[in-house]
């Protein structure tokens, strides 16, 4: 078996572990359990994209894993080394993340195996336009069936060929554009979605890093400031994590990226990286930061918090002992195995799942989803109105006591709330409410072991409520 076969088969059997881990906690029937564990349906397909005189036969997958809620949710990935376990894997752990979140959708995943580094824009239309006729003609896709996203190796760009491409086979439904989540803005998508996972990232690590007795036990305080972060990816998800938690005060002392990675003890200004990183294509050879080649040995250095926020099966029995960080938080899906969380957790490490620490994606992906069927931008209707009123309290406070507020903090207090203010209060609710149901669980059932074993129970507990309000199970 090739090595990416096998990889997916090794995070396939870890999603499948911790499922079985926390569903033995359910007190629910075997039958129901089942039911709640397998994926409903897998759609392969192969299909020939024509490229400059040459023909190139391109496999895709889709994989709805749960239809308990409609539309089923996930992303598309484009990567040579995507494969049927993997895609699995991935719609399992959306079914859950949904759950966690209280997102009413079931999970699904796709991908199609395509280099986007290596491919041109020509390409790279061609086969996102061919993938989506394809899902199109199997009902696959559509606001009230599946709705796909973004994931590794796919963006804003190709979501808008889905979109386009959908409304051209639906012409004249007035939701089409719902079709697909993670669009540019210009053409329905919503400000906040491109930052959406790596501040859910920040909010649940600063609400994690709330609770005394929790990080007391780690030998840390309370709140964020000064703790000592290693990010594995500096990509989206990981350039978005670093900034809010570096604005936060906690301190970035290494950044791991797949040509190599960037380490200093006294922090690295993320910012600086940032523009470093567009100029020269790289993290490495950075001003003031030592270069790791082996940027995967950055994984075992010294730090509080470690967030791999890149592939799965990063931490894994060969390496996990020699992790010395005090929390690892999962940016990333599925970056720890089953073998190497049973190591981290007897060295008493805290692990805060992905199941939920990433899924403010997801999250946001429901308020675009939410925006593009009411037709109307969030905001719109009260921003002006909200101006208004808080306009008449300042008045009234000027009166009362005859100072003036100047112009910046008076434009601070009586700035309505626009799309993105909104869409970020509502991630930040969403994750704050996620984490307390979780821990609550764990603290009301504590042979539940773990924050991911919790997570997993909500989950379940939460699915198998639908499936027996549905009156499918007693």
């Known amino acids: 078996m090739s090595d990416h076969l096998e990889e997916g088969k090794k995070f396939l059997d870890t ?41 190139h036969n391109i496999e895709g997958i889709r994989v709805q894993h749960s239809n308990h809620k409609l539309p089923t949710k996930g ?148 709140g964020l400031k000064d703790k000592t972060v290693i990010i594995q990816g500096f990509g989206n998800v990981g350039f978005h994590t670093a900034k809010f938690l570096h604005e936060e005060g906690a301190k970035i002392i290494g950044i791991a990226e797949y040509d190599g990675g960037v380490y200093n003890e006294n922090g690295i200004n993320i910012g600086a990286l940032d523009e470093h990183r ?11 930061a ?52 049973e190591i981290l957790l007897s060295k008493g490490i805290v ?3 992905d199941l939920y620490l990433n899924a403010g994606g997801v999250t946001v992906s429901y308020f675009e ?23 008449k309290i300042i008045g009234s406070v000027e009166t009362l006591t005859g100072k003036k507020l100047d112009a910046e903090n008076r434009a601070d207090i009586t700035h309505g709330s626009d799309e993105e203010d909104i869409v970020r209060s509502g991630l930040e609710d969403t994750m704050i409410d996620a984490y307390h149901e979780m821990r609550n669980a764990l603290v009301a059932k504590p042979e539940l072991g773990d924050l991911r074993t919790a997570a997993f129970y909500v989950s379940i507990q939460k699915i198998a409520l639908s499936y027996q309000m549905l009156g499918i199970f007693p």
Not at 102 to 121: C, E, L, T, Y
Not at 182 to 192: H, L, M, S, T, Y
Not at 278 to 287: E, L, N, R
Not at 297 to 309: E, K, V, Y
């Open 290 to 341: 030592t270069d790791i080649a082996d940027s995967r040995s950055m994984l075992n250095m010294p730090c509080d918090i470690l967030i791999p926020a890149a592939l799965e099966n990063q931490i894994n029995e060969e390496n996990a002992n020699s992790i010395k960080a005090k929390v690892i938080a999962e940016a990333a899906n599925g970056p720890v195995t089953m073998q190497a969380e």
């Open 278 to 288: 567009k100029a020269t294509k790289s993290v490495t050879k950075f001003p003031g």
């Open 351 to 353: 692990i805060i799942p």
């Open 369 to 391: 989803w939410l925006k593009n069927i009411s037709n109307v931008r969030f905001g719109r209707m009260g921003k002006r109105a909200d101006e208004k009123s808080f306009e």
């Open 15 to 55: 999603v499948m572990h911790y499922y079985d881990k926390a569903a033995q906690h359910t007190g629910l029937s075997s039958g129901l359990i089942e039911r709640i564990r397998h994926c409903n349906s897998t759609y392969k397909v192969i299909f020939p994209v024509e490229v400059d005189g040459e023909i």
């Open 75 to 222: 992303g598309i990935r484009y990567s040579t080394e995507v494969s049927e376990d993997e895609v699995k894997a991935l719609a399992t752990l959306m079914t859950f993340k949904c759950a966690v979140v209280n997102v009413p959708f079931g999970g699904a995943k796709g991908g199609v195996k395509i280099d986007p580094r290596q491919s041109s824009p020509e390409m790279l239309e061609k086969v996102t336009r061919r993938f989506a006729a394809e899902l199109i003609k199997k009902n696959l896709i559509g606001p009230a069936v599946d709705v796909p996203a973004p994931d590794y190796g796919t963006g804003g760009r190709e979501m808008g060929w889905i979109a386009d491409t959908y409304m051209t086979f639906k012409f004249g439904d007035t939701n089409a554009q719902g079709c697909v989540t993670g669009k540019p803005v210009g053409i329905g998508g919503i400000r906040g979605r491109t930052e959406a996972t790596g501040l859910g990232v920040f909010f649940g690590l600063r609400e994690f890093f709330k609770f005394e007795d929790d990080v007391k036990k780690l030998g840390l305080t309370t």
